[in-house]
């Protein structure tokens, strides 16, 4: 009987069962006959009857009476039996991911109650079906599997498989990831943990952290490993907390930082910049614009640096931009989103530009600039000018002119008074037109720049709401930033909702929920609310709860597979090296010792998969070679090993058969056909190994 080794897949899992099964079909001559016509008194299928009925079986609950997109997959799949399943699913699923998903789905449910299922301790009565805890409760244990396997939980070789996998990818893209950068501070397993410690509570695989951290050091061009992991977890978290693909707000947050406009030396501290983010939004009420808002300050950003050097003003800008959006909801919708993003532009660059006005508007921005305080020079004025609408004194001035470097007041609001200066007594039309000859905008914009100027709103709900509560911004936890929004802007109906959603929550402390409930005046409320905001971040919910549990499995499988990936890694090796053998390369019997280091290795792989599975109470690597294996060549193997004290493990799948022979070794009979993931061949190794007792070392 050959044996069948999927390339990159588990040995237990379903590639290498419908291996097996197809191989003795295909050899006994019935290939592509459906389940029901095969004849199982053929020698080649009699030992497989039992196995092939349990997963027909199970195939036709699973289509009949199963729940959910993977059982309405096998529907929609029209398929006759489970051995049409698996050889058409690949058609159903062309998409690589989504096709290995479901395989292994499928595949751990049918393959319950036959040779290739790893039976796990959840029933221990197992007669008639299973029980659950002893008793013998017929189908119980079956059940608790089937649910399992439908909610992406499979057995324990399946879990080993999937953490494999996912472990391989994440120690790639984290290997890859260090490359890319210049961090000197960290091993791999530092900045490991690093990056998986930045990803915590938010919800993310480790393989996705690993991701959004290549994409916060390609946007922000950091070169240490410690200030990008807290990058991701500031920007994932205000993704997060406003509904946001936290690489969307990494990319956002990332950029800033490489513009200087957060940072050391920057304008602002990156939470500072998280906070205005999360008061424009929330104090605008666009939430669900939220991607918008980030977008027109980053494209405000990049447009200014093209032409002055330097960080601009973005504190200033998002100010306006954020009047602009409350106004929309007052009777000015011209001005929210993206068409006062386009009104500011336009202001900025005619400011920039010296006004459109020729030498007549350059000399009134010259007047309104040199209103207050030192004197300009036409140069000194353009070198000002270039900074666009919100370029003030001090920033412009600062380590070139430190004499000029007094003052905090935009160009623009110098302009913008000048002109109520010069049109007084001239009515409010003349002002109108006034600032819209300068500035090349349309008369009711400049109506609505001057009322905005003076309009209240804007910025600081939230910085006056943490000062109220004592709390430093410093301190805050990132996905509460929109709660924090909320409590900040609510109106005396909302603070009362609010006050209800968070006395559900289950993090609250004594202390915390004696806060609120006995919070007597508004301002206290919101301080108490503000409080439990900051510490504890968002309200969670079904969906977050939801999300949280398959990502703490998703990366309790990982974990698991990082485990056992240096042993794998050691079986591929040593497969690598028998296929090289075939062609002279590597000699075969040399093959264990090379790929193992005389021993030394092994030890290390044989206690690594011992180790993974003793939490879950089994043996995966007994497990693995069972599966691959016949009892018969086990059961000779076993003995020839204990009469030799070894402890070597045999290459995994590489045999179909052996004997004890002469001369203290033990000889494998290798037919080996080698597949890819699609289930192509891709080459045969038919060559005999012997394993030999070692003479002196016995370890």
Do not use: C
Request: net charge positive.
């Amino acid at each position: 009987m050959s044996v069948r080794i999927p390339i990159s897949a588990d040995p237990a899992g379903t590639v290498a069962a419908f291996g097996q099964i197809t191989n003795a079909i295909r050899r006994a001559g019935q290939e592509g006959r459906r389940f029901e016509q095969l004849d199982f008194s053929h020698p080649e299928l009699k030992d497989f009857e039992k196995d092939l009925r349990a997963a027909q079986r199970n195939f036709e609950e699973l289509r009949k009476v199963g729940r959910g997109q993977t059982a309405s997959a096998v529907r929609a799949g029209q398929y006759t039996d489970v051995l049409d399943w698996y050889n058409r699913h690949g058609r159903q699923f062309p998409e690589k991911s989504a096709r290995l998903k479901h395989r292994a789905t499928v595949g751990s449910y049918v393959l319950q109650d036959t040779r290739y299922e790893i039976n796990e301790p959840v029933a221990a009565g197992r007669g008639g079906g299973g029980g659950l805890g002893g008793l013998p409760i017929p189908g119980v244990g079956r059940f608790i599997k089937g649910a399992l396997a439908l909610a992406g939980i499979g057995g324990l070789a399946s879990l080993a498989n999937q953490g494999v996998q996912q472990a391989q990818d994440e120690a790639i893209n984290l290997d890859l990831f260090k490359r890319s950068i210049n961090d000197t501070d960290d091993s791999f397993d530092q900045l490991r943990t690093r990056i998986e410690q930045a990803g915590r509570g938010l919800q993310l695989t480790y393989n996705e952290t690993v991701k959004l951290a290549q994409g916060f050091a390609r946007a922000s061009a950091l070169q240490s490993g410690a200030a990008i992991a807290q990058g991701v977890g500031l920007s994932a978290g205000f993704g997060r907390s406003f509904g946001l693909e936290p690489g969307m707000s990494g990319g956002i947050f990332g950029a800033m930082r490489f513009r200087g406009v957060t940072g050391p030396g920057g304008a602002m501290d990156p939470k500072q910049f998280a906070l205005m983010l999360a008061d424009s939004i929330s104090s605008s009420g666009m939430f669900a614009k939220s991607a918008e808002v980030m977008q027109a300050i980053a494209s405000y950003v990049t447009t200014s640096e093209r032409v002055m050097v330097n960080a601009p003003n973005v504190a200033g800008y998002t100010d306006l931009l954020t009047r602009m959006n409350i106004a929309g909801q007052h009777g000015m919708p011209g001005l929210r989103g993206q068409m006062g993003a386009a009104l500011i532009a336009q202001v900025d660059s005619a400011i920039r530009a010296g006004g459109r006005m020729g030498p007549a508007g350059r000399n009134i921005l010259w007047r309104a600039i040199n209103a207050h305080g030192a004197q300009l020079n036409p140069f000194q004025t353009d070198f000002l000018l270039a900074g666009g609408a919100f370029a003030t004194r001090s920033a412009a001035f600062k380590g070139v002119a430190p004499g000029l470097a007094h003052g905090n007041k935009t160009v623009l609001d110098s302009f913008l008074d000048e002109m109520r200066g010069r049109m007084a007594g001239r009515g409010q039309f003349a002002l109108y037109e006034g600032v819209s000859n300068v500035l090349g905008i349309g008369v009711r914009q400049a109506r609505a720049l001057l009322e905005l100027q003076h309009s209240g709103g804007g910025l600081g709900g939230i910085g006056k709401l943490l000062k109220t509560a004592g709390l430093d911004y410093k301190d805050l936890n990132a996905t509460g930033l929109k709660e924090l929004g909320q409590i900040a802007y609510a109106s005396p109906g909302e603070l009362q909702d609010l006050k209800k959603q968070s006395l559900g929550r289950a993090d609250l402390t004594d202390e915390e929920r004696a806060a609120i409930t006995g919070a007597k005046k508004p301002e206290e409320l919101k301080a108490a609310l503000a409080t439990a905001a900051a510490r504890h971040g968002r309200i969670t919910n079904q969906g977050t709860r939801t999300l949280d549990s398959l990502t703490a499995i998703k990366n309790a499988v990982t974990k698991l597979g990082q485990d056992l990936l240096d042993p794998v890694n050691d079986i591929r090796t040593l497969v690598a090296r028998m296929a090289g053998s075939v062609t002279g390369e590597n000699p075969a019997t040399d093959a264990w010792n090379a790929a193992f280091g005389e021993g030394a290795r092994q030890k290390k792989a044989e206690a690594a998969l011992k180790g993974a599975a003793k939490e879950a109470g089994k043996d995966i690597f007994h497990t693995m070679l069972s599966t691959l294996l016949p009892d018969s060549t086990m059961a000779k193997y076993e003995q020839w090993k204990s009469n030799q004290g070894m402890n070597h493990p045999i290459p995994q799948g590489a045999s179909s058969g052996g004997k004890a022979v002469a001369g203290g070794k033990f000889d494998f009979n290798h037919h080996i056909t080698l597949y890819d993931q699609s289930g192509a061949v891709k080459g045969t190794i038919n060559r005999q190994m012997s394993v030999e007792a070692p003479v002196a070392d016995h370890g």
